[in-house]
């Protein structure tokens, strides 16, 4: 079959692997009809190439067509079309007990520190093969894929596997209430769909801050109101101007260690990415920092009390927090990967509205064959053609 592999520091390539086979009882191989490039790949295009060999299968957003299932597997059969969700989670264990699915202790990839293991994310989770590909074998399928209904597109029912659920618990994690503001930092595709959960959930004050035009206007689009943080000073001083001198109630970063800022700090992380794997695993986990631009500016933005809610990727292990203010405003800070099962039935009620309510077939801006990929990252990546989403067919 293809699959889009990794093979080195922004170099992926489109090609033939074996087909995926069951391996334990509770496995099923899907075949994917529909795939997409999140913004937490990008990391794996630019930042965390310790962590990964040439020939890995990239890939976290998919769905598509249940073709075997293992003895096991009794809640979804042959021809059943389902969306899997990015983290890899038996249900059953103490931690998914709890709903933290994303911690799940029978996944847990204990011999990194690291939680549960994730589809096409590196060896700090698992080196699982992903999703950008024709076919992928989904471990846990007793439990984890989620049926959809046919119909409607797959665009209706895809971002299920990550982003939308990912959206959804970055602002109800930030405990924003009816009445009150929340500032959602990046426009891409998870702060986008931050703005239309938010809205959703009754938080009509919605400030959406970035720099790239197509994505303020999208988010203009839904209904929040927008800083273009290329055309201010300082983003907490506009905020704080468009709240009455407080700053939101809370703020979602839905940016992580990609964000544009601080050229010294993506200087190291470039420099640390292409010395030996050893080394550079060594640096990472012990001098690692990332581009903090947009964590410190939630921090310095939200209001005394408030809370600062991180749905965007970090990894550094030693990156300067400024804790003088964070004690002294006292924030509280929520953060973690999406707990996707937590969340799948409430959205799949919503997703099976007639209309299009949270925007979700109005994301994609990009579609490609999986053929396209290389070229799709290299889009997506520099944030040209007023790229904001891209869906592949393999």
Same mark, same amino acid.
């Given at each position: 079959?293809?699959? @889009?592999?990794?093979?080195?520091?922004?170099?992926? /390539?489109?090609?033939?692997?074996?087909?995926?086979?069951?391996?334990?009882?509770?496995?099923?191989?899907?075949?994917?009809?529909?795939?997409?490039?999140?913004?937490?790949?990008?990391?794996?295009?630019?930042?965390?190439?310790?962590?990964?060999?040439?020939?890995? &299968?990239?890939?976290?957003?998919?769905?598509?067509?249940?073709?075997?299932?293992?003895?096991?597997?009794?809640?979804?059969?042959?021809?059943?079309?389902?969306?899997?969700?990015?983290?890899?989670?038996?249900?059953?264990?103490?931690?998914?007990?709890?709903? @933290?699915? *994303?911690?799940?202790?029978?996944? +847990?990839?204990?011999?990194?520190?690291?939680?549960?293991?994730?589809?096409?994310?590196?060896?700090?989770?698992?080196?699982?093969?992903?999703?950008?590909?024709?076919?992928?074998?989904?471990?846990?399928?007793?439990?984890?894929?989620?049926?959809?209904?046919?119909?409607?597109?797959?665009?209706?029912?895809?971002?299920?596997?990550?982003?939308?659920?990912?959206?959804?618990?970055?602002?109800?994690?930030?405990?924003? +209430?009816?009445?009150?503001? #929340? *500032?959602?930092?990046?426009?891409?595709?998870?702060?986008?769909?931050?703005?239309?959960?938010?809205?959703? #959930?009754?938080?009509?004050?919605?400030?959406?801050?970035? @720099? %790239?035009?197509?994505?303020?206007?999208?988010?203009?689009?839904?209904?929040?109101?927008?800083?273009?943080?290329?055309?201010?000073?300082?983003?907490?001083?506009?905020?704080?101007?468009?709240?009455?001198?407080?700053?939101?109630?809370?703020?979602?970063?839905?940016?992580?260690? /990609?964000?544009?800022?601080?050229?010294?700090?993506?200087?190291?992380?470039?420099?640390?990415?292409?010395?030996?794997?050893?080394?550079?695993?060594?640096?990472?986990?012990?001098?690692?920092?990332?581009?903090?631009? *947009?964590?410190?500016?939630?921090?310095?933005?939200?209001?005394?009390?408030?809370?600062?809610?991180?749905?965007? %990727?970090?990894?550094?292990?030693?990156?300067?927090?400024?804790?003088?203010?964070?004690?002294?405003?006292? &924030?509280?800070?929520?953060?973690?990967?999406?707990?996707?099962?937590?969340?799948?039935?409430? @959205?799949?009620?919503?997703?099976?509205?007639?209309?299009?309510?949270?925007?979700?077939?109005?994301?994609?801006?990009?579609?490609?064959?999986?053929?396209?990929?290389?070229?799709?990252?290299?889009?997506?990546?520099?944030?040209?053609?007023?790229?904001?989403?891209?869906?592949?067919?393999?």
């Amino acid at each position: 079959m293809k699959a @889009l592999t990794w093979q080195g520091m922004r170099s992926v /390539e489109v090609r033939e692997v074996p087909d995926p086979v069951i391996v334990d009882p509770t496995d099923a191989i899907v075949r994917v009809t529909s795939t997409a490039i999140c913004g937490s790949d990008l990391h794996l295009y630019n930042v965390l190439a310790p962590y990964l060999q040439p020939g890995d &299968i990239l890939g976290h957003e998919f769905m598509g067509v249940v073709e075997e299932v293992g003895s096991a597997v009794a809640n979804i059969a042959v021809g059943d079309r389902v969306v899997v969700p990015f983290n890899i989670s038996c249900g059953h264990c103490w931690m998914c007990d709890r709903g @933290l699915f *994303a911690q799940c202790e029978t996944t +847990q990839n204990r011999d990194q520190g690291k939680g549960g293991s994730l589809f096409g994310y590196t060896a700090l989770y698992g080196s699982v093969p992903g999703g950008q590909a024709e076919r992928v074998r989904v471990p846990h399928a007793d439990f984890g894929p989620v049926k959809v209904p046919d119909g409607p597109a797959d665009e209706r029912f895809l971002f299920l596997s990550d982003i939308l659920p990912t959206a959804w618990q970055g602002v109800t994690a930030s405990g924003v +209430q009816p009445g009150e503001t #929340l *500032a959602v930092l990046g426009a891409g595709p998870v702060g986008l769909l931050a703005v239309s959960a938010a809205q959703h #959930l009754g938080i009509d004050k919605v400030i959406s801050v970035d @720099l %790239v035009p197509e994505r303020l206007a999208a988010a203009a689009g839904r209904g929040a109101r927008t800083v273009d943080m290329g055309s201010v000073t300082s983003v907490g001083d506009a905020l704080r101007d468009l709240t009455d001198g407080r700053g939101p109630d809370a703020v979602v970063d839905a940016v992580g260690m /990609e964000a544009h800022g601080n050229p010294v700090a993506g200087a190291l992380i470039s420099a640390t990415a292409r010395v030996p794997k050893p080394l550079a695993r060594k640096a990472i986990e012990t001098v690692g920092i990332d581009r903090l631009n *947009a964590l410190h500016t939630a921090i310095d933005a939200v209001r005394r009390g408030g809370c600062v809610s991180l749905s965007g %990727v970090y990894g550094g292990s030693a990156d300067p927090m400024p804790l003088m203010d964070m004690f002294d405003k006292a &924030i509280t800070m929520r953060m973690g990967q999406c707990n996707v099962r937590h969340w799948t039935d409430r @959205l799949l009620e919503i997703l099976c509205q007639e209309d299009d309510v949270l925007g979700v077939e109005a994301l994609t801006t990009h579609r490609a064959g999986l053929d396209e990929a290389a070229e799709m990252y290299a889009t997506f990546d520099a944030r040209t053609d007023g790229c904001i989403k891209v869906v592949m067919k393999p």
